[in-house]
């Protein structure tokens, strides 16, 4: 089985090999940076490139993110206040709530998991809990329906 080419080595009508189908270049990456390929199972190279396409992109934001200069503070704190200000249906009471943030933006700070890093990572409250289980519960109850129709027509 071929490492990189998708369907495979194929051989012309002059007895030339060539790679057919789509290149993995990830899995040319993978082995030009030292893993050694030709020994794994096709599934473990598989879940390699997958691995590869899933963590990059991470992998360059992280990188970008730490090597380019971050916004003014002025302006972080006005948008992270407006974040972490929770949204009520009155108009009247919506405003009057942002205002009371975006004049002392680190009065939500105590929401915060990390108060003294970078991370904007808020507790949750039961709100936020009801609504994980509400959306979760809704997803299995769309693929409970999808096995159900599946089944019936199986």
């Known amino acids: 089985r071929s490492l990189f080419w998708a369907k495979g080595i194929q051989v012309d009508e002059e007895g030339r090999s060539y790679g057919s189908g789509l290149f993995s270049t990830e899995l040319w990456i993978l082995d030009k940076v030292g893993f050694d390929l030709e ?4 599934a473990l190279n598989e879940t390699l490139r997958i691995l590869f396409r899933t963590l990059l992109p991470f992998v360059i934001f992280i990188a970008v993110a730490l090597l380019t200069r971050p916004d003014p503070e002025p302006v972080l704190n006005r948008f992270y206040a407006k974040m972490r200000t929770r949204v009520i249906p009155d108009p009247v009471r919506d405003r009057e709530e942002l205002d009371k943030s975006l004049a002392d933006p680190h009065r939500l700070d105590h929401l915060l998991v ?33 096995w159900g129709l599946i089944s019936v027509g199986g």
Do not use: Q
């Open 114 to 146: 990390f108060p003294n890093s970078s991370f904007e990572i808020y507790r949750w409250n039961k709100e936020d809990w009801v609504g994980f289980v509400l959306s979760v519960m809704g997803v299995g109850v769309v693929l409970l329906v999808i």
């Open 39 to 42: 020994n794994n199972p096709y």
